[in-house]
């Protein structure tokens, strides 16, 4: 596995147990939840959290769209990379939060990507012998 993603997953997984200690999700998840993520750390499996995150990340993903107006025939020339790299950064952050509180951690996902880009690339390769 990647380094780099399990860092990145720990890292947020750090950042989540704060906001659980802290009473962020006070309300909205049951006292049982809080103290198995702040005791046994992530990642668990919470149905609520996790379409809390997957509602988080389609208004992230809106403001990609909002950032980068290219898509757009008639407002072609609104561009910010910075912050089309910024919302794009905040989707791969929700992105993880919806892994964490889906039971899945870095290397599952990690290990699924994997499988996922070989699939595709086959379909790729096999496109042209499909559709001469």
């Keep these: 596995m990647s380094k780099g993603l399990d860092v990145l997953f720990e890292r947020q997984g750090e950042i989540q147990r704060e906001m659980f200690k802290q009473g ?7 006292q049982g939840l809080i103290d198995e993520v702040i005791v ?3 990642p668990v499996d919470s149905p609520a959290l996790s379409s809390y995150h997957i509602q988080h990340l ?6 990609v769209l909002d950032a980068d107006k290219r898509w757009k025939n008639f407002r072609a020339d609104k561009y910010d990379k910075d912050a089309k790299v910024g919302e794009l950064a905040d989707c791969f ?7 964490m509180y889906s039971g899945i951690d870095a290397g599952e996902l990690e290990m699924a990507i994997i499988d996922k880009m070989a699939t595709v690339r086959k379909r790729v390769e096999n496109y042209n012998t499909k559709n001469p």
């Excluded at 962020?24 to 049951?30: L, R, S, T």
């Excluded at 389609?58 to 403001?63: D, N, Y």
């Excluded at 952050?93 to 892994?99: A, D, F, G, R």
């Design 24 to 30: 962020m999700y006070n309300g909205y998840v049951n």
């Design 40 to 42: 046994g750390g992530l």
């Design 58 to 63: 389609v208004s992230e993903i809106g403001e």
């Design 93 to 99: 952050i929700v992105l993880m939060n919806v892994c």
